[in-house]
């Protein structure tokens, strides 16, 4: 049986790995805009500036890139419970930990790939400082005067040797709806789109080619306007940040878009999603075919069908 809609409340937070931790606080604070709301150890905890938690992005020094936790707030402490249940019942029994300021204890498991998830409830509230202190009421924190002024975090791409199974665990143990999805001519699901809100998805399942599992594709931070994506692409391009493709729309979900990577080696997706919601309760799963996919994005700009010096295939 399907979890009850909205257990899950939304994307919390995500923490990513880096070689090199001064580079990508730079990357993410001055470039983008992410304000930085203290350190523990190894970690840097920064905020957008419309993010009404403690953090956004958490940012850890390791030897290697990649994601190291995705973590989802429940609805509640009596939805957090039944998820816990339902997961232990269903074989992918986790464990308690409280590892991060403003986040009351976690529930930290793993999709069937191994990339790691953590549920959680309580959450401190963001109080900005003075000179932070925005001009309205209703938001958390004033807009920051440089960089992108990234919004929000919005989406997690996760590669997985494959996207079924994880799709449907997300599905079933979590409660996410899939939106679309790519199945080949073969009848495999080569990627699904998947939401816990309104938005159109929060989360994503891409076939790794290479046949790994655990790995991250991307993860996104929203813009308000099309136009900021445009001054994302000339302030990486002033700063020597590798652009690897855009600004284009995407077909799949259209969403405007500029993938980059960071100096630690993690793909970052800047978009602007158009505020596109699923409203309707019955939503169909929309399919995109192989051929269909083949055409490349909106506007024709064409997939990038082979690896690159990065080492991972570019989705939606």
Not at 148 to 171: C, E, I, K, P, Q
Not at 274 to 284: E, F, G, Q, S
Request: glycine content about 8%; charged content about 25%.
């Amino acid at each position: 049986m399907a979890p009850p809609l909205g257990d899950i409340a939304h994307l919390g937070h995500v923490e990513l790995l880096t070689p090199d931790l001064d580079r990508s606080v730079w990357f993410f604070t001055t470039l983008l805009g992410l304000t930085e709301n203290g350190r523990s150890g190894d970690s840097v905890h920064l905020r957008t500036w419309d993010d009404y938690e403690h953090h956004s992005l958490t940012l850890t020094a390791h030897s290697t890139s990649g994601l190291r936790r995705t973590a989802l707030r429940t609805s509640s402490e009596e939805a957090l419970l039944r998820r816990v249940k339902e997961l232990e019942s269903a074989g992918r029994a986790g464990r308690w930990v409280e590892d991060e300021p403003g986040i009351g204890p976690l529930y930290v498991t793993s999709d069937p790939d191994g990339h790691e998830l953590a549920l959680y409830w309580e959450s401190e509230w963001y109080e900005a400082p003075p000179g932070l202190r925005p001009g309205l009421k209703n938001q958390p924190q004033a807009k920051p005067g440089q960089g992108v002024g990234v919004r929000r975090l919005d989406h997690v791409n996760f590669l997985a040797a494959d996207v079924g199974s994880n799709a449907a665990f997300t599905r079933d143990l979590l409660g996410a709806r899939p939106t679309e999805q790519i199945v080949l001519d073969s009848g495999k699901v080569a990627a699904q789109w998947l939401t816990f809100t309104n938005k159109s998805y929060d989360v994503v399942y891409t076939e790794d080619w290479t046949g790994s599992s655990g790995r991250l594709h991307h993860i996104a931070f929203a813009t308000d306007t099309r136009e900021d994506i445009l001054r994302a692409a000339d302030l990486c391009l002033d700063n020597d940040v590798f652009i690897e493709t855009g600004p284009h729309k995407h077909a799949i979900q259209q969403t405007f878009f500029l993938y980059v990577y960071e100096p630690g080696g993690n793909r970052i997706e800047l978009c602007n999603p158009l505020t596109r919601l699923v409203l309707a309760p019955d939503w169909p799963l929309i399919t995109w075919t192989q051929a269909e996919r083949a055409r490349g994005q909106a506007w024709g700009l064409k997939t990038i069908e082979s690896f690159h010096t990065h080492g991972t295939p570019p989705v939606d």
